[in-house]
């Protein structure tokens, strides 16, 4: 009776994600009969949801409109939020389901709402970071509360193509500058949320933290949409915030090192770099950086010998590293102060 019950569940899903099914489509996807498809069919119409067949070659099942979910209690807000998380799920083997579940709450929808649901769209860049992991704008403990009203608005502004005047802290400490930008895409990376856009200042594309602008009312004129370079929002945010012009995501200085830890020590702190296990007690890691210093500096991190495979660029800067901590760790003999020029 569970499995009937969870299988019901995933039929009437299935339902309300597209207009119609075949009869063989369902089985195929329920890993049922077409005889157990409709006899699941008749179960849902008994509780009371009205799904109607057509006969023939081109015939199929069909969800009449009006059709629910048992009753769900939340607010406008909490829908949107629903409706963004489902956008933002980045993992491959659950990007299927999450859009079928994003389709499910929009059918039932009403108009008001629905409208906000299709106005806010995201863009997933790069690899969803591990709990605690730090932006590209430095480490943080966790991501801050998003201001829900600040991404409707800013959506409405892509939408619509219209200029925006934004008040930026380009640091946490920072005044606040007044910006004027072109809108073009709301963007996910990692834990936080980025606005892409034109800035008409600085006649080149720049990345906002949401959290950190305010924009300004009424909106500026309409503008005709630009095509970020390579044509991928995508790759072109990611190769930004590794250091690149944004015409590829990949990191500028990528190295391979082994290093005496197992694999399960290592890849919670690889970030997106990638960990073969070598045996018990030592894996290899590829890992990148916006420069070869900063690659070897991180690698320092593993509390662990590690041995470089290359490139030689990478070897040269564990080096240098390796002469300035010498120099650090000896005593520090102050000198005289230098005199003014």
């Given at each position: 009776?569970?499995?009937?019950?969870?299988?019901?569940?995933?039929?009437?899903s299935?339902l309300?994600?597209?207009?119609?099914?075949?009869?063989?489509?369902?089985?195929?996807?329920?890993?049922?009969?077409?005889?157990?498809?409709?006899?699941?069919?008749?179960?849902?119409?008994?509780?009371?949801?009205?799904?109607?067949?057509?006969?023939?070659?081109?015939?199929?099942?069909?969800?009449?409109?009006?059709?629910?979910?048992?009753?769900?209690?939340?607010?406008d807000?909490?829908?949107i939020?629903?409706?963004?998380?489902l956008?933002?799920t980045?993992?491959?083997?659950?990007?299927?389901?999450?859009?079928?579940?994003?389709?499910?709450?929009?059918h039932?929808?009403?108009p008001?709402?629905?409208?906000?649901?299709?106005?806010?769209?995201?863009?997933?860049a790069?690899?969803?970071?591990?709990?605690?992991?730090?932006?590209?704008?430095?480490?943080?403990?966790s991501?801050p509360?998003?201001?829900?009203?600040?991404?409707t608005?800013?959506?409405?502004?892509?939408?619509?193509?219209e200029?925006?005047?934004?008040?930026?802290?380009?640091?946490?400490?920072?005044?606040?500058?007044r910006?004027r930008?072109q809108?073009?895409?709301?963007v996910?990376?990692?834990?936080?949320?980025?606005?892409?856009?034109?800035?008409?200042?600085?006649?080149?594309?720049?990345?906002?933290?949401?959290?950190?602008?305010?924009?300004?009312?009424?909106?500026?004129?309409?503008?005709a949409?630009?095509?970020v370079?390579?044509?991928?929002?995508?790759?072109?945010?990611?190769?930004?915030?590794?250091?690149?012009?944004?015409t590829?995501?990949?990191w500028?200085?990528?190295?391979?090192?082994?290093?005496?830890?197992?694999?399960?020590k290592?890849?919670?702190?690889?970030?997106?770099?990638?960990?073969?296990?070598?045996?018990?007690a030592?894996?290899?890691?590829?890992?990148?950086?916006?420069?070869?210093?900063?690659?070897?500096?991180?690698?320092?991190?593993?509390?662990?010998?590690?041995?470089?495979?290359?490139p030689?660029?990478?070897?040269?800067?564990?080096?240098?590293?390796?002469?300035?901590?010498?120099?650090?760790a000896?005593?520090y003999?102050?000198?005289?102060?230098?005199?003014?020029a």
């Amino acid at each position: 009776m569970q499995k009937t019950s969870s299988r019901l569940l995933t039929l009437l899903s299935l339902l309300q994600a597209r207009r119609e099914w075949s009869g063989a489509d369902l089985a195929e996807r329920l890993e049922v009969t077409v005889r157990t498809v409709r006899r699941d069919v008749d179960r849902l119409r008994a509780l009371g949801y009205p799904v109607a067949a057509a006969k023939g070659p081109a015939g199929g099942y069909r969800l009449e409109p009006g059709s629910h979910l048992p009753p769900l209690l939340f607010d406008d807000e909490q829908v949107i939020a629903l409706a963004v998380a489902l956008q933002t799920t980045a993992h491959r083997a659950l990007a299927e389901d999450a859009g079928r579940a994003l389709a499910t709450i929009r059918h039932v929808l009403p108009p008001r709402l629905r409208q906000r649901v299709d106005a806010l769209h995201v863009t997933v860049a790069g690899p969803p970071g591990p709990p605690g992991s730090a932006g590209p704008s430095g480490p943080e403990t966790s991501a801050p509360a998003e201001d829900l009203e600040v991404l409707t608005v800013l959506s409405a502004a892509i939408q619509r193509h219209e200029e925006l005047r934004l008040d930026y802290a380009p640091h946490r400490d920072a005044a606040p500058q007044r910006r004027r930008v072109q809108p073009h895409h709301i963007v996910a990376w990692r834990t936080r949320w980025y606005l892409l856009a034109w800035d008409l200042d600085r006649d080149d594309w720049r990345i906002f933290r949401t959290d950190r602008l305010t924009p300004r009312a009424p909106t500026g004129p309409r503008f005709a949409p630009r095509q970020v370079p390579g044509h991928d929002v995508s790759t072109f945010v990611a190769g930004r915030f590794r250091g690149s012009d944004g015409t590829g995501a990949a990191w500028p200085c990528q190295g391979e090192v082994v290093i005496d830890l197992p694999a399960t020590k290592v890849a919670p702190y690889a970030d997106d770099g990638t960990v073969e296990p070598l045996g018990p007690a030592r894996c290899r890691l590829v890992a990148g950086s916006w420069s070869w210093t900063a690659l070897a500096a991180g690698l320092g991190r593993f509390d662990a010998d590690l041995h470089v495979v290359g490139p030689p660029a990478l070897r040269r800067a564990c080096a240098t590293l390796a002469r300035r901590y010498a120099g650090a760790a000896a005593p520090y003999a102050e000198g005289p102060a230098d005199e003014p020029a």
